[in-house]
């Protein structure tokens, strides 16, 4: 069912029209298409805009002729509304380069006298990765700025040695759609080529075997869909099935426990999990299955000392505990960290000498080192707001344990935790140029809700910055899966404090800063927590004198679009403007869409709006697209990749079309497409650094 639906009258208010180019935006046809769906009815007038190629990545030169002139007639008038910001653009861009001096630069690792380190040189966007044995010379494993050379879009995971040292992997992505080729280099001869040409899942994709003889890599069906591990022989000849999971609802991740006894295959949804073993030694056997899969019950399997353990909330332990298992027989021997609520372990570390883990104590990261006794030691910070990291792949027989810890106003520091006394040693920070940490302020408050829970918020600021309501503030979330947005260290984020804003992360429900209860408090049916959590933030940082109401800008990506979209729905008088990457918001319709790759799998995060009513009513109440409402509306930017299965194109399309059609105000909103990537931009720093700096100048111009 099809009809031309006419177009609203647009009012250009006066502040609108002397901050912004007098640019005509588009106007996309709105063409009615009825969708009935368990009795509801609703009406997709830019359904249109969605296109799914029969096969194949979507690209410039395969996309409808309509499709195509809406995503050029966008790019057009993003060009010309953002045209009046590209000195400021290019001036915060060089001032987050100046201060980046090996920004990615980590101590090397030690595994078997071999030192391996990877770091962005200097003046260079792009990382360059070595080995080198006592004061020997450095050998080039990689320098990706000759590989990216030429290509459109350019992005690597997944760097490893072979455990003999033989050969060194990685997975590249120089299409823009996640799917990787696989590039191996054989250290003998310094020969480098391709080991799996296409359709490999490079993040937790990809490992060799205990033997060095065999990468086991994950493959990706024609719906972006990790579904095989296949085992491939590291000369290229043979390559074999070891695992086909018929589920779209369940994810694959692959890699080897910590002392080379196996390859772990982990099979996992939202609310379950399933792994299986390759013995080292047996590596062409078929795996074996630790614990069948349960709905409820998640679990993750390493190995400690002739034993496996298993990380699990089996048994109502929603934080998760920690059991040994027997290697033989799978059967739990005993536990070795019981169940505490609210204090979730995140990530487990066995070393030879002690087990290590990552947990959070009121909300904050904390190091607890198990030693084989069973005596324990905690290492903590007295930052009011920090991250901690615990690198993977150390090596087993290691003394020490390295963490890495940063803060908003605190570059990373590599720390040496000695396992056997807790003695720390700081082995490498890096190096921020024209920067003093005692210029910055960091504070750790917490806003209440509406329902009062308090919900924290990790502020920066600079030091002695005046509390009178005027200083602008942009203000980041995510609150899904429960991811948390961790306190780092931020070039980018520095930048703008630098220029008189606040930049705050608001930990909203739906990540786990507090817990899997602070996940599940803003998950499916109790998503809304998430919005409101996210406005009380704001208006919580304004009462304070933080900011004020209109000067805050909201900023999210992906599942962090939805929470920016909905909260600008819920109160859109309070935002100078809303920065959308790449962001979730056509809710409802993606949702219904089955084929869609990562459906099945979130089903048990958002609801099924195809089977159960109540999860159709409560997601269209909530979603940002199906709730855009004639209101005043502030200047929104919204970004996005062609070739993005996970969140394509026509959803923020949607978003802004529905926000220009329906917005009383003169605010423009704004479509940037990326016509050569997918989730993510290319990999390189200039380029995460530049789509910042077009963040942060459009979000000024949006409170000048």
Same mark, same amino acid.
């Given at each position: ?7 609203? &009258? ?24 009825? *969708? !009935? ?43 010309? *509304?953002?045209? $009046? ?5 290019? /001036? ?9 001096? /090996? #920004?990615?630069?980590?101590?090397? @690792?030690?595994?078997?006298?071999? +030192?391996?380190?990877?770091?962005? $040189? ?58 990787? =080729?696989? *590039?191996?280099?054989?250290?003998? %001869? /310094?020969? @480098? ?34 579904? =095989? ?160 990291? @615990? ?11 390295? @963490? ?32 003093? $940490?005692?210029?910055? !302020? ?80 803003? =998950? ?13 933030? +704001? #208006? ?29 729905? *819920? ?14 918001? %056509? ?7 089955? +084929? ?16 159960? &009513? ?33 969140? $394509?194109?026509?959803? &923020? ?50 409170? +000048?």
């Amino acid at each position: 069912m099809t009809a031309m639906l006419a177009a609203a &009258p647009m009012t250009w208010a006066k502040a609108a029209a002397t901050r912004w180019p007098k640019a005509a935006p588009p106007q996309s046809p709105r063409i009615s298409h009825v *969708i !009935e769906q368990l009795g509801r009815v609703r009406d997709d007038v830019y359904s249109w805009m969605k296109f799914l190629p029969e096969g194949g990545e979507r690209t410039r030169t395969n996309i409808p002729e309509s499709v195509a002139k809406m995503l050029n007639g966008e790019n057009a008038y993003a060009e010309a *509304i953002l045209k $009046p910001l590209a000195s400021q653009r290019a /001036g915060l861009l060089d001032a987050m380069l100046a201060r980046t001096a /090996g #920004e990615m630069a980590a101590p090397a @690792i030690e595994r078997d006298g071999w +030192a391996y380190s990877a770091e962005i $040189p200097a003046g260079a966007v792009h990382s360059v990765y070595t080995r080198r044995k006592a004061a020997g010379a450095a050998e080039l494993l990689v320098d990706e700025a000759p590989r990216a050379e030429g290509q459109p879009y350019f992005r690597s995971t997944g760097h490893q040695p072979s455990p003999d040292h033989r050969w060194f992997v990685w997975a590249e992505d120089v299409i823009g759609n996640d799917r990787h =080729r696989i *590039i191996i280099r054989d250290n003998q %001869d /310094g020969t @480098i080529r391709t080991l799996v040409d296409k359709d490999a899942y490079g993040y937790g994709g990809l490992v060799f075997g205990p033997s060095s003889e065999w990468l086991f890599w994950i493959w990706r069906d024609a719906r972006n869909r990790p579904t =095989r591990l296949y085992r491939t022989s590291v000369d290229g000849k043979t390559t074999a099935l070891v695992y086909e999971e018929k589920d779209p609802a369940i994810f694959m991740g692959v890699r080897r426990t910590a002392a080379d006894g196996f390859v772990a295959l982990t099979l996992s949804g939202p609310d379950t999990a399933e792994v299986r073993l390759v013995r080292a030694g047996a590596e062409s056997a078929p795996p074996e299955t630790v614990w069948e899969r349960r709905p409820g019950v998640r679990y993750e399997i390493d190995e400690w000392n002739g034993d496996l353990i298993a990380t699990t909330d089996a048994d109502d332990a929603f934080d998760m505990k920690l059991l040994r298992l027997d290697a033989k027989s799978f059967a739990v021997k005993d536990t070795l960290v019981p169940h505490r609520a609210g204090t979730p372990i995140l990530s487990v570390h066995p070393f030879a000498g002690a087990l290590v883990r990552l947990e959070r104590v009121e909300g904050q990261h904390s190091v607890a080192i198990l030693r084989p006794d069973g005596q324990e030691q905690r290492v903590a910070f007295d930052d009011p707001a920090y991250a901690v990291e @615990i690198p993977g792949e150390q090596p087993y027989k290691a003394g020490h344990v390295l @963490i890495v810890h940063q803060s908003p106003k605190s570059p990373r520091r590599w720390i040496e935790i000695g396992l056997a006394d807790g003695r720390q040693r700081v082995v490498q920070q890096q190096p921020v140029a024209n920067f003093d $940490p005692d210029d910055y !302020e960091v504070e750790r408050l917490f806003a209440p809700a509406p329902d009062g829970e308090l919900v924290p918020i990790t502020l920066l600021s600079r030091r002695g910055a005046p509390k009178d309501g005027k200083a602008p503030l942009l203000q980041y979330g995510y609150g899904s899966y429960g991811v948390s947005s961790d306190p780092e260290f931020s070039i980018p984020a520095l930048t703008l404090v630098d220029r008189g804003w606040r930049y705050a992360i608001a930990h909203v429900r739906g990540g786990s800063e507090k817990g899997r209860q602070w996940f599940l408090g803003g =998950r499916k049916f109790t998503k809304r927590n998430s919005f409101t959590d996210f406005i009380a933030c +704001a #208006e919580y940082l304004a009462k304070h004198g933080y900011t004020a109401r209109g000067r805050v800008v909201a900023y999210g990506l992906s599942a962090g679009g939805l929470l920016v979209g909905a909260s600008m729905n *819920i109160a859109p008088t309070l935002w100078g403007g809303v920065i959308a990457k790449v962001p979730f918001v %056509d809710m409802l319709n993606t949702m219904s869409d089955a +084929a869609h790759p990562l459906v099945p799998l979130f089903r048990p995060d958002w609801g099924d709006p195809l089977a159960d &009513p109540k999860a159709y009513d409560y997601i269209a109440s909530i979603s940002p697209y199906e709730n855009v409402a004639a209101a005043p509306y502030p200047p929104l930017l919204c970004t996005a990749g062609l070739k993005d299965d996970r969140v $394509p194109y026509w959803e &923020p399309a949607k978003l802004v079309a529905e926000v220009r059609y329906k917005s009383t105000g003169g605010n423009p909103a704004i479509l940037k497409t990326d016509m050569d990537s997918g989730h993510q931009g290319s990999g390189d720093l200039k380029s995460e650094y530049g789509e910042k700096a077009l963040f942060w100048a459009f979000a000024m111009r949006c409170i +000048a």
